[in-house]
């Protein structure tokens, strides 16, 4: 791990005057990685990023241990549910993310955010890079991002 490497969160955080506390950890690369966080899954935000036609970025995250429902994500949207396409790695690294370290913590206008309701507390995060996870509360990350969308990401739908 390379600890000269500061995640971009960091910089989007002390610009908003939002408390945040960083946790180094192996890096984190999949679902089944999780463990290796040392981190408590319950209380985590997992964030999947989206590329939609009209060239939009998307971060949807929903509680760590929940499933997201394709169909419910689209509607808040305002799009097909097949307009919703996994976001490139050079997509997220223009935003100074890394496949492994995606969060929510983005304040870029051209990205949209979408918050599960079900997200609340304090939470763990990406933070960018795999390797750091960042702990937030749940109503500083929509606060960063103004346009940010909530809604029920993971209930019964079509999803």
């Given at each position: 791990m390379?600890?000269?490497r500061v995640?971009?969160?960091?910089?989007?955080?002390?610009?908003?005057?939002?408390?945040?506390?960083?946790?180094?950890h192996p890096p984190v690369r999949t679902e089944s990685d999780l463990h290796l966080t040392g981190l408590d899954v319950e209380t985590s935000a997992k964030t999947l990023a989206f590329c939609l036609p009209d060239d939009r970025l998307v971060?949807?995250?929903?509680?760590?241990?929940?499933?997201?429902?394709?169909?419910?994500?689209?509607r808040l949207l305002g799009v097909p549910r097949s307009a919703l396409r996994s976001a490139a790695p050079d997509?997220?690294?223009?935003?100074?993310?890394?496949?492994?370290?995606?969060g929510p913590v983005c304040d870029d206008p051209?990205?949209?955010?979408?918050?599960?309701?079900?997200?609340?507390?304090?939470?763990?995060?990406?933070?960018?890079?795999?390797?750091?996870?960042?702990?937030?509360?749940?109503?500083?990350l929509a606060l960063l991002s103004p346009g940010a969308l909530v809604g029920?990401?993971?209930g019964d739908g079509d999803g």
């Open positions: 390379n600890s000269a995640p971009m969160a960091v910089a989007v955080l002390d610009r908003a005057g939002v408390a945040y506390r960083l946790h180094h971060l949807a995250a929903i509680p760590g241990p929940a499933r997201l429902r394709y169909g419910n994500l689209a997509r997220l690294a223009a935003l100074g993310m890394e496949p492994g370290g995606v051209a990205v949209q955010l979408v918050l599960d309701s079900r997200l609340t507390g304090t939470l763990f995060c990406g933070s960018g890079l795999p390797e750091i996870s960042v702990e937030v509360a749940a109503e500083d029920d990401l993971c």
